[in-house]
């Protein structure tokens, strides 16, 4: 397949393979409607690699009107400045320019009439001025679109280091597209900008004959006799060893530690930048979960629990978008019930049997009336740590409930940071709730 852009380190069968993704996926966000006949994967390779590579340049052409609609398509898209914005995106970069490409493609076959213009002069001069109205239009879209992209890209690599390819994205390069263009993932995932999560080097540890020195200590484990030990004279040796009191090396191993649990209140009084917010805590503590290898649980409740997502095991990139979709298409409204929220986490809990102590952070602005009482006998009945994050005010009862309590008055990435360094140090200091 020959490209409409100079690429001559391209294999032929790359080119068309990249073209045939695009195609499949322009094809997907048409909602099934056949794409006119000028969009094949020749124009959606060229497109991409316009993206992707430094500076693109047209490949010669004889015919000075501009050789086709394929090629007033390409060259619109390179002389226009939006193409210009979006190339920061997009530069050596796979997966951002083959959203950029499905995006600027489908949106210019809305854009563009069926009906294009007449064979004379007059009528190629129209049409082409139509496919660049069409194309500056379809820029603006693929310009948000790759910016999501990006950050979405980015934050699957931070949180899967080393475990997913560029081929893991493709099945979720439509969920993707459709994640910028129909929730609030975009205004969640600013809230996460210049966020550094800190890592946990204070995690528990456990003993464990094999695993990493951490000191020395006293003992009779020949195994991990200190190598000083063997000068020792026979009889001095030996009768340290009868009294288990040999220099050992200390070794140790992470601890396995229970799942977090994360309950958003939805509710109408969290509408606007609380719930952003506190979805923005929610993808902080995922990867929290991941980098500590800990199940994760989340759930929306108003006055009734909504649907649970969880992750649990090695994650994939799917994973992760489903994460996004799910957190980024609830919409705030109704009622408060914490009570009933906290009962259903705690039966979840029991329905998976888990074995460690788990982690539950309640973020919502405590707009509730609470019995201590019933909230004691739902949290040790689990043995659930409670961290409650109040946006805003403050609840009495949640204090006195709570294995940690945190009120929030601004809601910026300096106080998510806070958040999951509460949820980690409560964490590794508490015991079981008792009443």
């Known amino acids: 397949m020959k490209l409409l852009v100079k690429a001559p380190s391209i294999p ?28 094949d994967p020749q124009l959606a390779a060229s497109i991409y690699y316009a993206f992707y590579l430094p500076i693109p340049i047209l490949e ?6 501009g050789g086709g609609i394929k ?10 400045a939006g193409f210009w914005r979006v190339k920061p995106q997009t530069v050596v970069d796979r997966i951002t320019s083959l959203v950029a490409s499905a995006s600027l493609l489908e949106r210019i076959i809305r854009n563009l009439p069926k009906q294009r213009g007449r064979s004379s002069a007059e ?42 390819s560029e081929l893991a994205f493709e099945d979720v390069l439509e969920t993707i597209l459709n994640l910028a263009r129909k929730t609030d993932v975009s205004r969640v995932l600013e809230k996460l900008e210049g ?11 456990e003993r464990f004959t094999k695993g990493w020195i951490e000191g020395v200590e006293l003992g009779g484990d020949l195994e991990r006799v200190h190598p000083s030990q063997l000068s020792l004279p026979d009889e001095v040796f030996y009768l ?16 396995h530690e229970g799942p977090l649990y994360v309950l958003l209140d939805k509710s109408g009084s969290m509408s606007g930048n609380k719930i952003d917010w506190a979805r923005a805590v929610a993808i902080a503590l995922f990867q929290t979960a991941l980098r500590e290898g800990r199940s994760f649980y989340v759930r929306f409740f108003d006055a009734m629990p909504h649907n649970l997502l969880s992750v649990i095991g090695r994650p994939r990139p799917r994973d992760i978008v489903s994460l996004l ?30 074995k460690k102590n788990p982690d539950v952070i309640l973020i919502t602005d405590g707009e509730d009336r609470l019995s201590e009482s019933i909230l004691n006998g739902i949290l040790s009945r689990s043995k659930i740590n409670l961290h409650t994050v109040m946006i805003g005010g403050d609840n009495k009862s949640l204090r006195s409930v709570s294995s940690s309590y945190m009120s929030v008055a601004r809601l910026t990435g300096r106080e998510v940071v806070r958040v999951v360094e509460m949820v980690e140090k409560t964490s590794r200091a508490a015991q079981p709730h008792k009443p």
């Open 12 to 39: 032929s069968f790359v080119a068309e393979y990249q073209g045939e993704l695009i195609v499949k996926l322009v094809g997907k966000l048409l909602g099934g409607s056949a794409p006119p006949e000028w969009m």
């Open 123 to 164: 009528g190629k001069a129209e049409e082409t001025d139509l496919v660049r109205r069409a194309v500056s239009a379809a820029l603006q879209q693929a310009e948000s679109d790759s910016k999501i992209a990006k950050s979405i890209e980015s934050l699957i690599n931070s949180s899967l280091i080393g475990n997913t």
């Open 60 to 65: 010669s052409d004889e015919d000075p009107s």
């Open 325 to 354: 979709e799910y957190l980024g298409t609830v919409k705030a409204g109704g009622g408060t019930d914490i009570t009933r929220a906290l009962a259903v986490a705690a039966s979840d809990i029991e329905a998976n049997k888990v």
């Open 195 to 205: 966020v550094k999560i800190p890592a946990n080097f204070a995690r528990k540890t």
């Open 240 to 255: 340290l060893y009868a009294e288990s009191r040999l220099l050992l090396y200390k070794r140790v191993f992470m601890a």
């Open 71 to 80: 090629k007033i398509i390409l060259r619109s898209v390179i002389e226009d």
